[in-house]
């Protein structure tokens, strides 16, 4: 097992509010292998019984009586480069599965079948059961489908397989993209508070499915105001800005303004402090309840920009961000 644990703040490619589905199982009798794409963490419930047996938040296996092992394929919400693993068994103590591979195959246009060459990105490592198992993935291609092994039987919480988003921007160069969509590999990178929601949650697809699936701070009993950072999925030209607070109803924010910034060099733990002197992109916009807020005439002319600084006055939670603009010519 690694001690790197640098990948975990890229996105989860796994994530089914991505769309990452598992197309196939071996065999999910006692947890239906999709429990293991979810987001939230996995959660234990004390004396619930199905029909199969005791209820696992995760994808469990039977007990193998016969040669082999189990495996599910599993088709990625977004094609992205790899650049670590967690094969997270929180839960699974007596009934973990020992070891575990991933190997994985490009196919954009159709399902893997019998004929697919799969490529293995991590050979078998022993996991611990109750325990998040992280390993770093060593490639630089970028993947669509992941077949994920278990040897030989057992149960998993979750997997989640964390890189980058893989995107041709060659194609279509007068397009107008969302650059803060994390299908595109948008990232937050760093804000004032998060207790009740998190900050990557302001980037996912779609709008948001309840008020937990949203950024939302703590109340502010001090003077000052709430932020969250924003990496751009790729340096833009902004056209129009939107701010959903979908299911924000008595805890939205009064207003909100946005700066902005190209920012050439910097690593992540340097962009808050560089971010004290960025320009206003959108200068200050009062906010309603449960409503997207779409700007664009409002926006300063700022030329290219890579990232962004939401503020929001004084606290509160906002569900979703959308930057729509164009690469620069």
């Known amino acids: 097992m690694t001690n790197n644990t640098e990948f975990t703040h890229l ?4 994530d089914a509010r991505l769309g990452s589905i598992a197309t196939f199982v071996t065999d999910d009798w006692f947890a239906d292998v999709n ?40 088709k990625l919400g977004v094609a992205g480069v790899f650049k670590g693993v967690d094969i997270d068994t929180t839960f699974f103590t007596g009934n973990y599965p020992p070891s575990a591979s991933l190997e994985a195959c490009y196919s954009p246009e159709a399902e893997p079948d019998d004929s697919t060459q799969w490529t293995q990105v991590l050979a078998p490592v022993n996991l611990q059961g109750d325990s998040n198992n992280l390993f770093d993935i060593d490639s630089d291609q970028p993947w ?21 988003p893989f995107v041709d921007w060659s194609q279509n160069l007068d397009q107008t993209y969302d650059f803060a969509s994390a299908l595109l590999g948008a990232r937050s990178l760093a804000c004032s508070d998060e207790h009740y929601g998190k900050m990557s949650n302001i980037l996912n697809p779609g709008r948001g499915i309840n008020m937990g699936d949203g950024w939302e701070t703590a109340r502010r009993r001090v003077p000052g105001n709430d932020w969250v950072i924003i990496q751009l999925a790729k340096p833009c030209l902004p056209k ?32 808050a402090t560089r971010s004290l002197y960025w320009r206003e992109l959108l200068p200050a916009q009062k906010l309603q309840m449960d409503r997207e807020h779409t700007f664009n005439s409002e ?27 164009k690469l620069p010519a």
Not at 144 to 164: C, E, K, M, Q, S
Not at 301 to 325: A, E, Q, T, W
């Open 144 to 164: 669509t489908h992941v077949r994920f092994n278990i040897f030989p039987d057992g149960g998993v919480a979750r997997l989640r397989i964390y890189g980058t």
């Open 299 to 325: 926006l300063n002319d700022l030329g290219v920009v890579s990232h962004i600084k939401l503020n929001i006055f004084p606290d509160g939670g906002i569900s979703r961000i959308r930057v729509i603009g």
């Open 35 to 74: 429990r293991m794409l979810q987001p939230q963490p996995p959660v234990w419930k004390e004396g619930v019984f199905d029909d199969n047996g005791k209820w696992m938040d995760g994808w469990e296996s039977r007990r193998k009586r016969y040669e082999g092992y189990d495996h599910a394929i599993i």
């Open 11 to 14: 996105l989860n490619l796994a």
């Open 240 to 271: 129009e800005i939107i701010v959903d607070t979908h299911f924000f109803k008595g805890n939205y924010p009064d207003s909100c303004s946005i700066q902005a910034a190209l920012v050439e060099s910097a690593t992540d733990e340097q962009v």
